[in-house]
């Protein structure tokens, strides 16, 4: 099970979390989320094996270009309301790109089967007037029903005591989870302990 740990704007706290080796690491350009990363630089931080993801909530595309180049990212993570067409343009970046799905009920069939070639991975969240960081989680066996074998991330309300419940979740694209306000001291702050925590269950 992989693990991507998002929502990350401290350096000290970034080198830290480094040190566990998450697959993933997550940088927010939203402005209005709480770990907004506006000012935020990466220079000098070694990332090893961790793999940087930008998340993007209806960027203009010379924006996100732009910040794909600046901050060096591997990934791009689309929450919004993105066009085919725009991840298509995103994709020939270079990055992989991972499709955020915001689920309150029911999976949108039609939708997963129509972003299924011009995404690397799907993300399924919990639908939120805060597109993601909520702490809430949707009814996870829902996946099951998905006829999508596109990789997939799994977010929304993530926490040490809800691991217990992934054995919920039957699906072969199945790959990893995807982790943030639950594994804060405060917004944009991860504690360490947890993560570790974390790592040992994984």
């Known amino acids: 099970m992989k693990l991507k740990v998002c929502g990350m704007c401290e350096v000290t706290n970034i080198q830290s979390v480094l040190a566990l080796k998450p697959d993933l690491m997550g940088f927010i350009f939203y402005s209005k989320s709480k770990r907004f990363v506006e000012t935020l630089t990466l220079e000098g931080i070694n990332f090893q094996s961790t793999q940087k993801v930008g998340v993007f909530v209806n960027e203009p595309l010379n924006s996100l270009k732009a910040k794909v180049k600046t901050f060096g990212l591997d990934y791009v993570q689309l929450h919004g309301d993105e066009s085919i067409s725009y991840l298509a343009e995103v994709k020939n970046l270079g990055v992989k790109v991972i499709k955020v799905f915001r689920i309150k009920h029911q999976l949108h069939v039609d939708q997963l089967l129509a972003f299924e070639q011009n995404a690397d991975y ?37 926490s040490l005591e809800s691991l217990k419940k992934l054995n919920s979740i039957n699906h072969p694209g199945f790959i990893g989870i995807d982790v943030n306000s639950k594994f804060e001291d405060y917004p944009g702050m991860k504690n360490i302990e947890l993560l570790r925590e974390l790592k040992k269950i994984l």
């Open 122 to 158: 799907f993300l399924y969240d919990t639908l939120s007037d805060e597109y993601g960081g909520s702490g809430k989680k949707f009814q996870w066996k829902i996946l099951n029903d998905s006829p999508s074998s596109k990789p997939f991330w799994l977010s929304g309300g993530l």
